[in-house]
């Protein structure tokens, strides 16, 4: 019996003597994945602040204007983010630039002013990282225009889109009965979409929230750690890509 006992008192002891080794080996685990998941991310994003580009000269990125700060929550509510991303991969991780989703892939500095951000995860519709730039409608003159187009397409997609799998958002607008003169910011409505006559569609806050919020999106400017390709600049090595037309040359001798 005594042997048994002094076996069993053996084995105890041995475990007593790791406990301090487990111990190690646990808060070294902890501490390891507290470093790796909360302090080395927020040490090398968590001092971000926004740059001034050479190309704009201004803070990017700017915030937001307060109507389209809105509309990121109207976004947000409505789950845009189930069908569409807001991402541009780099070159060789598929077609995003190549689809000119982007002028250049998106960084971290993208998305310092959003709170949440919305990347998505999932591609029904197209990447809006630069909406608005890729529409063309970086041009101030045309933003009406953008914001017409998105306020259509958010009513009907089909209205702007043919055989368009996105989900209509008639509940962001408002049918109401013309009174004297139709309003002016009335949708441009044709045939099957048309409201009967005498009525006009009208969009509520939140639609114009949502299409100001989509003409915010717009991450084009060229960075550092980003730069657009090609670059938008005029010192290219090689006259051949130099946009502005050099002086006249003298004539050539013969
Ligand atoms: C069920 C998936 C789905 C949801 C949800 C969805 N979309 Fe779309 N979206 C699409 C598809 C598919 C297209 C491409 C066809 C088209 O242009 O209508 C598209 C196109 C777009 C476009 C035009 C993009 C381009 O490059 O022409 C915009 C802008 C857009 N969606 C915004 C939104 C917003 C804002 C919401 C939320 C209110 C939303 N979408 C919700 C699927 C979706």
């Given at each position: 019996m005594g042997g048994v006992g002094s076996g069993w008192?053996?084995?105890g002891g041995e475990i007593?003597?790791?406990g301090p080794f487990l111990f190690c080996g646990i808060l070294l685990a902890l501490a390891s994945s507290w470093w790796g998941v909360i302090v080395a991310p927020r040490l090398q994003f968590g001092l971000s602040s926004t740059v001034v580009p050479a190309e704009t000269g201004q803070h990017y990125p700017a915030g937001r204007p307060g109507l389209a700060q809105q509309g990121a929550e109207v976004y947000r509510s409505e789950g845009c983010n189930t069908?569409?991303?807001q991402l541009?991969?780099?070159?060789g991780f598929g077609f995003d630039l190549a689809l000119g989703w982007g002028r250049r892939r998106t960084v971290a500095q993208d998305y310092?002013?959003?709170n949440p951000v919305m990347l998505g995860s999932v591609r029904v519709g197209p990447d809006l990282a630069n909406i608005a730039t890729r529409m063309g409608f970086g041009d101030t003159n045309l933003q009406p225009v953008f914001v017409a187009?998105?306020?259509?397409?958010?009513?009907?997609?089909?209205?702007?889109?043919?055989r368009s799998v996105m989900p209509a958002y008639p509940y962001l607008f408002e049918k109401r009965a013309i009174h004297g003169r139709p309003s002016a910011d009335a949708l441009k409505l044709e045939g099957a979409f048309a409201p009967e006559a005498g009525f006009e569609i009208v969009p509520k806050?939140?639609?114009?929230?949502l299409a100001a919020y989509l003409l915010s999106l717009r991450s084009s400017v060229s960075l550092p750690e980003a730069p657009v390709i090609p670059p938008p600049t005029n010192q290219v090595a090689?006259?051949?890509?130099n946009s502005i037309p050099a002086p006249a040359a003298p004539a050539a001798k013969k």
């Amino acid at each position: 019996m005594g042997g048994v006992g002094s076996g069993w008192e053996d084995g105890g002891g041995e475990i007593m003597n790791s406990g301090p080794f487990l111990f190690c080996g646990i808060l070294l685990a902890l501490a390891s994945s507290w470093w790796g998941v909360i302090v080395a991310p927020r040490l090398q994003f968590g001092l971000s602040s926004t740059v001034v580009p050479a190309e704009t000269g201004q803070h990017y990125p700017a915030g937001r204007p307060g109507l389209a700060q809105q509309g990121a929550e109207v976004y947000r509510s409505e789950g845009c983010n189930t069908c569409h991303s807001q991402l541009v991969r780099p070159e060789g991780f598929g077609f995003d630039l190549a689809l000119g989703w982007g002028r250049r892939r998106t960084v971290a500095q993208d998305y310092l002013r959003d709170n949440p951000v919305m990347l998505g995860s999932v591609r029904v519709g197209p990447d809006l990282a630069n909406i608005a730039t890729r529409m063309g409608f970086g041009d101030t003159n045309l933003q009406p225009v953008f914001v017409a187009t998105q306020l259509k397409h958010l009513y009907h997609p089909r209205a702007v889109t043919a055989r368009s799998v996105m989900p209509a958002y008639p509940y962001l607008f408002e049918k109401r009965a013309i009174h004297g003169r139709p309003s002016a910011d009335a949708l441009k409505l044709e045939g099957a979409f048309a409201p009967e006559a005498g009525f006009e569609i009208v969009p509520k806050p939140e639609a114009r929230a949502l299409a100001a919020y989509l003409l915010s999106l717009r991450s084009s400017v060229s960075l550092p750690e980003a730069p657009v390709i090609p670059p938008p600049t005029n010192q290219v090595a090689g006259a051949k890509t130099n946009s502005i037309p050099a002086p006249a040359a003298p004539a050539a001798k013969k």
